[in-house]
């Protein structure tokens, strides 16, 4: 255990009776727990949606009469002592998986270092996909009382929010965060003072200080910056994630990597086990090469060791996405470090060295490739793409060769599943149902679930996505500095008894947004069908820095505003996790058209699937497993192309036809005596039943600690071990 642990900030005056609400707004347990979101919604329903589900905020807030309300309401408080019954049970139970399937692992920790970390849309520490996937990791590593820490940054800035003007361009708005309105902790020292850590950087140390987040059973470490003790250039380098400055960019990667492995160990952790979710933090494999070179180990040795007991993920094949840096920034950078590894530059280069068309590289993941044991892709078909993306590091192996195993992305079952469908789960899968989320034949008994009742959920999951929609609009509005066409073009003719198609990602071109607009007149003719309408909901951010991306929201943007389009296109401004619930939970189909093969796995089909919501995608990352032929729709064949655009053409009349002659007409197929559409009805319990257990995260964490996390705790048991520090 670590001697130093941030204490629960007693900000808050609660009447004594419900006084551990402070404590559970400080764990972001109730975040996969919707039953105890209503401890807080309860005492105050509107307060609670315009503080945007923050309960710490909330709490800061509400008033005391509210207050003093509750604890006069003998249902509330029975409510408040069973919530609180559960969370005492899950915080000390000694009966996980982990335990039970794994003792050997409850004496060794797994670190886990990742770039972002999305939780909860209130903590906004995260950009996208990536970061999504480092939170719902977590949150199942504390699920599974797997021995885990996880280390990310504070981002006082967080990623942007999106405004988008009338003719379609994306603006950045930026908001610095108060910490005392987030539920993240200060980490002291014996002091008192915030616990330091440092870093080299070039002239200079850049100190970081820790925040604690409480994800479960799970700690969650955030570097942060801006302290005073730095420069006001080096303060600013937590503040935001993904900058496209390439001195910043490498600080911070020095900070997560080097800084994280100190942070660690100043806080008095030894892990058995490192986890690179990605490139980001490649430099802790520097950090920990010097530590047990520091204890005596040659070069080589230490290297050994090293990559012993290291994992890492690769999650993207396009090659903008994986972070390399000019040799020149190394030599600026890093040109401390090679005495101390007992390296000369070229053998430091050698690390990580790439060669790309321009020149030589050093880069992030094949520094994390060539010193971790466990390496894998987020899918099979990634798996195949990065084998041969990779296979130069393996000059003597045939491409599928190449040491790198793929494991399927998952999602966190508790955090995306609407709590209607969870009540109608619990109703049918049996009480524990969600103990065994990755049990293929818990999910058999969705076929038990009475048509209308199922049907019934999902209309409902329709209303509030339009309800809040339009909600959302009116206050926008009300604000001012609108045109009445972007009130169109933000959904308040939104119909919710009209077939419903969400699209929310990324964009980035080879995620093609523009690919259902590509023949506009079909489309409108589609959508405008007397009869059997449609609508399409578009919302996503481009990265502020990227025209190509802002100009694909304009084109779509534009579509939108068309009058032609009679307000059934819509986007939606500022995709975040909230946004995302909603959409994933509340439209009928997910659409997602990614050009071959560059989607890696892509996590929120996933997550529609988990709330009955059919997908119709193209044959690339997790629904190529996925797909079975009756849980949704392919758009075009299972095979590559050559030319971008024979694919594109390919892909577009695919996506129309199927679109047309397949989905519309099942959707409004004459209902039956009941009213019901019983065949979309089918397929809906067919979507739920096949990738609810399959593209859990409760699966896809056990296969980490299976094929990656095991086989990397064997080696190093006798060796010297650089120590924490305390
Ligand atoms: C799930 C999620 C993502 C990842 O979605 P993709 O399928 O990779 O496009 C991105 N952003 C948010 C807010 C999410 O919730």
Same mark, same amino acid.
């Given at each position: 255990?670590? +001697? ?40 105050? +329903? ?125 603006? %950045? ?20 003072? +915030? ?35 730095? %420069? ?30 100190? %942070? ?457 071990? +650089?120590?924490?520090?305390?």
């Amino acid at each position: 255990m670590a +001697p130093f642990r941030a204490e629960i900030p007693n900000h808050f005056s609660l009447p004594r009776r419900i006084n551990r609400l402070g404590e559970l707004a400080y764990n972001l347990w109730w975040t996969w727990t919707p039953e105890a979101q209503r401890l807080f919604s309860r005492i105050d +329903p509107q307060l609670w949606e315009t503080i945007y589900h923050n309960p710490v905020r909330f709490l800061r807030q509400v008033e005391r009469p509210k207050l003093n309300a509750v604890t006069n309401n003998r249902y509330y408080l029975d409510f408040y002592d069973r919530m609180f019954r559960s969370f005492d049970q899950y915080m000390q139970a000694e009966n996980t998986w982990s335990q039970k399937a794994h003792p050997q692992l409850q004496d060794n920790l797994i670190a886990y270092f990742s770039m972002e970390f999305g939780l909860h849309e209130t903590l906004p520490i995260y950009a996208g996909g990536l970061g999504v996937l480092s939170g719902d990791h977590t949150k199942e590593a504390s699920d599974l009382g797997l021995p885990f820490v996880s280390i990310g940054f504070f981002y006082t800035e967080g990623y942007f929010t999106q405004r988008i003007t009338e003719d379609g361009w994306q603006e %950045a708005q930026y908001n610095v965060h108060q910490f005392e309105e987030l539920p993240v902790m200060p980490i002291l020292d014996a002091n008192g003072g +915030p616990l330091v850590i440092s870093v080299d950087l070039p002239g200079r140390m850049v100190f970081a200080r820790l925040w604690e987040v409480h994800v479960g059973r799970v700690p969650l470490y955030l570097l942060d910056a801006n302290v005073d003790k730095n %420069a006001p250039a080096d303060r600013a380098l937590t503040a935001r994630l993904y900058t496209s400055d390439l001195d910043m960019r490498v600080s911070q990667e020095i900070l997560l990597g080097i800084g994280g492995v100190r %942070a660690l160990r100043a806080l008095g952790y030894n892990p058995a086990i490192w986890h690179m979710n990605e490139g980001h933090a490649a430099y802790l494999v520097l950090e920990r090469i010097r530590e047990f070179i520091e204890v005596g180990h040659p070069f080589e040795e230490a290297a050994n060791l090293v990559r012993a007991s290291n994992v890492f993920t690769t999650h993207t094949p396009v090659p903008a996405g994986n972070d390399e840096f000019p040799l020149w920034l190394v030599d600026k950078y890093l040109s401390q470090v090679w005495p101390q590894l007992g390296l000369d530059r070229d053998q430091f280069i050698n690390l990580a060295r790439h060669t790309v068309s321009w020149g030589e590289t050093f880069s992030m993941p094949a520094l994390a490739l060539q010193h971790s044991e466990g390496r894998n892709a987020v899918s099979e078909l990634h798996g195949r793409v990065a084998r041969k993306m990779w296979n130069y590091l393996w000059p003597d192996r045939p491409e599928n060769e190449v040491p790198i195993i793929h494991i399927t992305n998952g999602v966190h079952t508790g955090t995306w599943l609407a709590r209607r469908l969870r009540a109608l789960y619990d109703r049918y899968l049996g009480t524990d149902w969600l103990e065994n989320v990755d049990d293929l034949d818990v999910w058999e008994l969705v076929n038990n679930i009475p048509d209308e009742q199922l049907w019934s959920v999902r209309q409902h999951l329709k209303r509030k996505l339009v309800a809040y929609i339009r909600e959302r609009t009116r206050q926008r509005w009300l604000r001012g500095g609108w045109q009445p066409v972007q009130v169109v073009a933000s959904g308040v003719m939104l119909d919710p008894y009209t077939l419903t198609i969400g699209f929310a990602r990324r964009f980035a071109p080879y995620k093609r947004a523009n690919l259902v607009l590509r023949d506009l007149d079909r489309l409108l003719k589609i959508i405008n069908h007397p009869a059997m309408p449609v609508q399409i909901i578009f919302a996503g951010k481009s990265h502020p820095d990227h025209e190509g991306g802002k100009m694909l929201i304009q084109e779509v943007y534009r579509a939108v505003k068309r009058s032609e389009s009679g307000g059934r296109l819509v986007f939606l401004e500022d995709y975040d996790m909230n946004l995302a619930r909603y959409l994933i939970q509340g439209v009928d189909v997910w659409m997602n058209t990614p050009r071959r093969p560059n989607e890696a796995s892509g996590t929120s089909g996933e997550k529609a699937a988990l709330n009955g919501v059919l997908n119709f995608s193209v044959l690339d990352g997790w629904w190529r497993e996925g797909y079975n032929g009756q849980n949704g729709w392919a758009i075009g064949k299972d095979i590559d192309y050559d030319n971008p655009d024979q694919q594109d053409e390919a892909d577009a009349r695919s996506l129309y036809d199927i679109l047309e002659n397949e989905i519309v007409p099942l959707y409004y197929q004459l209902r039956s005596s009941d009213g019901l559409p019983g065949e979309w009805i089918a397929r809906v319990k067919e979507s739920i039943r096949t990738n609810g257990p399959q593209f859990s995260m409760r699966r896809m964490v056990k296969e980490y600690v299976d094929r990656l996390y095991l086989p990397a705790l064997q080696p190093v048991k006798q060796e010297k071990q +650089p120590d924490a520090a305390v």
